[in-house]
């Protein structure tokens, strides 16, 4: 299995700028996180999907920060427009079904290193 | 609020000793627990879940603790190697659909 991948890997950008992360999940996975970790306030989670629908939104700090998941593979992340204090590693993560063996636990990509100037 | 805790200072330990790495949380009732390992620049990694209803799970030289009325998971590595130096998270359930909340975790380095 190629696991949970996420693009891009690092990405600098300006103040003010939109910002787009994306994240593929495991396939037949069901649920996928979306987490940001910073040094100050270690792994917070953003928002949740269960079955391409969001469940829970509420980490999401504000706005200027959406996110998609248009279908079972694909998820989006999007901050427009975006500030320095962003700045952080955003990781996406997925989890099978309930009923499978390994539910509950989380499956993490490596990460987007997003750097806001 | 909700509030996880884990040791915020790093744990020097010798090779072959056993860490033990705490995570205490308040305001929680969790039907589950996880430990994950994180090193650096690299997403988490899932080690153990252990359920309300367990005390204790091993799994090869790892082994959770699970007190509900303490509210405190323990994680131990016995007979510790270098190779398992790395930042431990515990992640209590704290939402249906499998939410987790992570503590800002513990560093371990285990020196020869």
């Known amino acids: 299995d190629a696991g949970v991948i996420q693009s891009p890997r690092h990405e600098v950008t300006e103040m003010g700028q939109e910002v787009t992360l994306r994240c593929k999940p495991i396939s037949g996975h069901n649920s996928l996180f979306w987490y940001r970790q910073t040094m100050m306030r270690g792994l917070e989670l953003l928002i949740y999907?269960?079955?391409?629908?969001?469940?829970?939104d509420s980490g999401m700090p504000e706005d200027r920060f959406s996110a998609k998941m248009p279908n079972a593979s694909f998820s989006t992340l999007k901050i427009q427009p975006s500030e320095p204090r962003d700045s952080a590693v955003y990781f996406c993560a997925s989890t099978p079904p309930s009923s499978g063996q390994r539910a509950g636990e989380l499956f993490f990509g490596e990460g987007s290193r997003l750097t806001v100037l | 609020s909700q509030k996880i805790e884990q040791n915020s200072e790093a744990l020097n330990i010798q090779e072959g000793k056993t860490a033990t790495l705490t995570c205490n949380y308040t305001n929680y009732s969790p039907a589950y627990l996880q430990w994950y390992r994180q090193d650096p620049g690299r997403g988490p990694v899932f080690l153990l879940l252990i359920r309300e209803n367990e005390k204790e799970k091993r799994k090869e030289r790892l082994k959770v603790t699970f007190d509900t009325t303490l509210k405190q998971s323990l994680f131990h590595i016995t007979a510790s190697q270098p190779a398992d130096s790395a930042t431990y998270l515990c992640a209590p359930n704290t939402g249906g659909g499998n939410k987790l909340t992570f503590g800002t975790g513990t560093q371990l380095k285990v020196e020869l």
């Open positions: 999907f269960n079955n391409n629908v969001p469940i829970d």
